[in-house]
């Protein structure tokens, strides 16, 4: 697990407007990511209708439609799951994800917050989701990281 060493970042960043994209596979870990995300959201004191709250399929059409929100957005943040199976569909998945939401945070300029799983378990996912019991929050992590670049950006910190 990779909490171990993660940055205290706190940021208030009332006036951004922020699109969340969300995959729909393995319904209870998107529940508490989302839920994650939310709360990261409201600490940071982003007023409900800055907020997008946008659903696609999986992991894989995260890119799409994160490249389509940056350019109306302070920041986009994306959260998703692929846990590991028996062939190499995890790997295409996990690959393909990656670079795409790399390549909308520098071609558009626009943060984007990485909440996307990569598990070799379902009890993994589980334990990053936020969820009672969870020993990481990663929706609420994605979140900060994406305001505290905006912050930073804007040399607010």
Do not use: N
């Amino acid at each position: 697990m990779s909490g171990a060493g993660a940055p205290e970042l706190a940021v208030s960043t009332p006036d951004l407007k922020v699109a969340v994209v969300a995959a729909s596979w393995h319904t209870t870990v998107m529940d508490g990511l989302l839920a994650g995300a939310r709360r990261g959201l409201a600490d940071a004191q982003v007023p409900d209708d800055h907020i997008t709250v946008v659903r696609v399929p999986g992991s894989f059409e995260l890119g799409v439609a994160c490249a389509r929100l940056a350019p109306s957005y302070d920041a986009v943040v994306a959260l998703g799951v692929v846990i590991r199976g028996g062939t190499p569909h995890f790997d295409y998945v996990c690959q393909a994800a990656t670079s795409a939401l790399s390549e909308v945070a520098l071609r558009t300029g626009t943060p984007v917050g990485f909440g996307l799983l990569t598990c070799d378990t379902e009890e993994q996912a589980l334990d990053r989701a936020g969820l009672a019991g969870s020993a990481e929050d990663k929706g609420h992590e994605a979140v900060t990281a994406a305001l505290a670049t905006v912050a930073a950006l804007k040399g607010l910190t």
